[in-house]
């Protein structure tokens, strides 16, 4: 149930979710559509993403939200559906590699995906939201890009960068209406954390929630102007800990890594 205000804040929007044919950006979308605003779904899937917006009542803009190209093509269609981008939900990602050994694609892929889409999509809107005076982006990135994923290091790494764009828009456009969020959960229950699963990463069940609780801590955020968004409370925590004592930190985690791969 959407509250009055992020439904005053939303209602008629037009919003642009990426990579929402499944998964947490389905959720969002969906979270968007209840509040009243009118939402682009995009998915590279583009079965996935004409389903999810029928079933939404969307609109479905397939594609890749990665590439050069394909970001201006998406915002170019989304203009057009909907007038005005007001809202733009960069959450398309990939899961990357696995260790050091990671290939020079897959590293290559992971930057593309998980970093470069939210720049070349903010390159696009944001000076047309600074001269209009607003606009919102919203950055789905990851706890890992907070703390780290064990196994995972183009995955760790991208979402660092991810979240060091995310405060670097927030802090250089704040006072011109800007407003960002950076979204940051630890797992959530869908297809990229099955995949995690098949990969032999350590995924502890006490921690997996549901894509609407991510969507639903985000509405929170937009209501209360909350640029840090953890759908698990307690990241802030382990962030805190790892800030304040960096070198028991790494302790702690390699402590983990020992346990889950001895
Ligand atoms: N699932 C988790 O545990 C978890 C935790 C933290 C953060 N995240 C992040 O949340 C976001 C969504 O993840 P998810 O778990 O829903 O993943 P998912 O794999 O279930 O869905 C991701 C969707 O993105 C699409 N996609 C991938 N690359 C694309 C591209 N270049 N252009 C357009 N669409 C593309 C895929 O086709 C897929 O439909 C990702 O950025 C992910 O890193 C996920």
């Given at each position: 149930m959407m509250s009055q205000i992020t439904e005053r804040a939303v209602s008629n929007q037009g919003v642009v979710v990426t990579?929402?044919?499944?998964g947490i950006g389905r959720a969002i979308a969906a979270a968007f559509v209840d509040a009243g605003a009118r939402v682009v779904i995009n998915d590279l899937d583009p079965v996935a993403c004409a389903m999810a917006a029928e079933e939404l009542g969307a609109i479905a803009v397939p594609?890749?939200?990665?590439s050069a190209d394909g970001v201006a093509a998406l915002i170019d269609a989304a203009n057009s559906a909907?007038?005005?981008?007001?809202v733009f939900c960069a959450n398309a990602g990939v899961a990357g590699?696995?260790?050091?050994?990671?290939t020079e694609k897959q590293w290559a892929q992971a930057f593309n995906v998980n970093v470069m889409g939210h720049v070349r999509a903010a390159q696009l809107l944001v000076p047309g939201w600074v001269e209009r005076g607003g606009g919102r982006f919203i950055s789905v990135a990851s706890a890992a890009g907070l703390l780290t994923m064990l196994g995972s290091a183009p995955y760790a790494v991208s979402k660092h960068a991810a979240v060091a764009f995310a405060e670097w828009l927030a802090l250089t456009y704040q006072h011109l209406g800007i407003q960002v969020h950076v979204v940051c959960p630890q797992w959530v229950e869908t297809d990229m954390l099955d995949g995690a699963r098949a990969m032999g990463v350590p995924v502890d069940p006490r921690i997996v929630i549901t894509t609407d609780d991510v969507a639903q801590t985000l509405m929170g955020a937009i209501e209360q102007g909350e640029f840090l968004v953890l759908p698990h409370p307690e990241v802030a925590g382990y962030y805190q800990a790892r800030a304040s004592n960096p070198q028991g930190w790494i302790g702690q985690m390699n402590e983990m890594q020992r346990r889950f791969t001895p």
């Open positions: 990579g929402a044919g499944r594609g890749d939200a990665a909907l007038g005005d981008i007001d590699g696995i260790g050091l050994h990671s």
